[in-house]
């Protein structure tokens, strides 16, 4: 087997396409977009490269075929109870042989670094893309969710890797019966002429942007890893989702104009992306605005969902989401809802989005080995 460290720009074409080709007969894989696979081992676009390192290689076999690739990192910020790197954008063909090497090779960089476990497949930067194995439910990915074959299970547990947290994803067709509770709840709420639901709009993002920062903070930054946020930092991501916003399907709630609860909700952007194998250049960017003026997008993805504390167990949840469901039922097309993935380290969370009446959609694993097998291997704490 031969390694060749990604340097040269035939070497990145190179690491972007082989997944493509490997999947070529599955209609369920969409290509990521290049330009996001890329960002995140470029340093001027990557700030976890201010506090770690990252390195990536392609594996070829003896007829100097691609057979294997992956990304090897290390971040200073990933805090665990013994030193651990990670890798993530492991690919490789069905073979244990090929996949042993490649899990050897990236074990092997992390132990010259100082690591004792590595955690896989994740990102060298946040939790919200590229992150975890699909372990169940074959389906069609939401944008930056990681899409593999049924047979890299096998791969990683034959290895000797535990799945140190589930990540599952919740859904539902968005024109099944709301449950009675939540009907009840609205119409009780509704009683109080202080509380109000407003979509969110363009026109007032700031606005929006810092009653998002209020609800946030108090409903979810002082729960387990959450971190706080500042009114620039979410103005600045709401003006990265604004293009593809859509005013009919974020919600806010407020009592007397202060904001109780949020929400937020925006299109699959897979279900445009899909059509431009990876690429997002002029030509894709005409293409992508056109199919979103003429391409019914029926997917939609949920972000966040929270409400203050001082409301929560009132019957908040039933008034936002009866409040938000018949609206967008009569103004969109959307046909399913998914939610970005919750670890199963959570149980508050994995409540509330079963108290949405949905169901398991999917479910991804991160794993973790630990470099000396005498060692206790110990799941994600609960939260």
């Known amino acids: ?142 944008y930056a969710m990681n899409y593999n074959a049924p047979y890299y299970k096998k791969l990683f547990e034959n290895y000797g890797f535990q799945v140190y947290f589930n990540q599952l994803c919740f859904g539902r067709k968005i024109h099944n019966p709301v449950a009675d509770k939540f009907l009840e709840m609205h119409e009780r709420i509704s009683k109080n002429k202080a509380i109000s639901a407003k979509r969110m709009k363009v026109k007032n993002l700031e606005k929006f942007a810092i009653d998002f920062t209020e609800i946030y903070n108090k409903a979810w930054a002082n729960h387990g890893e959450g971190k706080q946020l500042t009114n620039a930092q979410t103005l600045k991501l709401f003006l990265t989702l604004k293009p593809v916003i859509n005013e009919h399907i974020s919600w806010f709630i407020y009592e007397n104009e202060k904001p109780i609860a949020m929400w937020m909700n925006i299109p699959d952007l897979n279900q445009w992306f899909k059509y431009l194998n990876g690429k997002f250049g002029i030509w894709q960017k005409l293409k992508f605005l056109l199919m979103k003026k003429l391409t019914k997008n029926k997917k939609m993805v949920g972000l966040v969902f929270g409400i203050v504390p001082e409301w929560q167990k009132k019957g908040i949840d039933g008034f936002m989401i009866w409040e938000g469901t018949k609206h967008f039922r009569k103004a969109t097309d959307f046909e399913d809802y998914e939610m970005q993935w919750i670890g199963d380290f959570n149980p508050k969370m994995m409540k509330i989005a079963e108290s949405l009446e949905t169901e398991v959609t999917r479910k991804l694993a991160t794993y973790r080995l630990l470099f000396d097998q005498e060692k206790e291997f110990e799941r994600h704490p609960v939260l």
């Open 1 to 142: 087997m031969k390694v060749e460290k990604v340097v040269t720009n035939k070497h990145k074409k190179e690491f972007l396409a082989f997944p493509a080709r490997l999947f070529s007969g599955d209609s369920n894989y969409i290509r990521p977009l290049d330009k996001d696979i890329e960002g995140v081992f470029d340093p001027e676009r990557n700030k976890f490269f201010r506090f770690g390192e990252c390195e990536r290689f392609l594996f070829l076999n003896d007829q100097k075929e691609v057979v294997g690739k992956i990304a090897v990192f290390i971040n200073k910020k990933y805090k665990q109870k013994q030193p651990t790197g990670g890798f993530g954008f492991f690919d490789c063909i069905d073979e244990e042989e090929t996949a042993n090497f490649i899990f050897d090779f990236a074990k092997n960089w992390l132990q010259q670094k100082g690591m004792e476990a590595m955690d896989g497949p994740i990102n060298f930067g946040e939790r919200d893309k590229f992150w975890g194995l699909l372990t169940e439910g074959f389906s069609e990915p939401l």
